[in-house]
Nanobody, 115 residues
Framework: QVQLVESGGGLVQAGGSLRLSCAASRSIYSINILAWYRQSPGKQRELVASITSGGITNYADSVKERFTISRDNAKNTVYLQMNSLKREDTAVYYC?????????WGQGTQVTVSS
């Protein structure tokens, strides 16, 4: 399995921006889908955004027009640019790599949005 390490989380005021990074331990070129999920206390983990090996992206309705997922195959890294952050975006954000039969997760990075 690929090892994933997230970074870039932190505390930000509402309306601010953060960029999350997810560094992979090996080439991500052939990984079918890379994605960001998030989980708030008492809630189920939910998909935030995903990107295929071909560059096709998908977003949760709640983050469309605010978040952008991208991948840099040369750096083995996937990013999540988060703009116009809202309090409801507060969560632990997890990176995921889906490459059947493997499905790998990072340890998560906390994002806290204050009013």
């Amino acid at each position: 399995q690929v090892q994933l390490v997230e970074s870039g989380g932190g505390l930000v005021q509402a309306g601010g921006s953060l960029r999350l990074s997810c560094a992979a331990s090996r080439s991500i070129y052939s990984i079918n889908i890379l994605a960001w999920y998030r989980q708030s206390p008492g809630k189920q983990r939910e998909l935030v955004a995903s990107i295929t090996s071909g560059g096709i992206t998908n977003y949760a309705d709640s983050v469309k027009e605010r978040f952008t997922i991208s991948r840099d195959n040369a750096k083995n890294t996937v990013y999540l640019q988060m703009n116009s952050l809202k309090r409801e975006d507060t969560a632990v954000y997890y990176c995921n790599a889906f490459a059947p039969p493997d499905n790998s997760w990072g340890q998560g990075t906390q994002v806290t949005v204050s009013s």
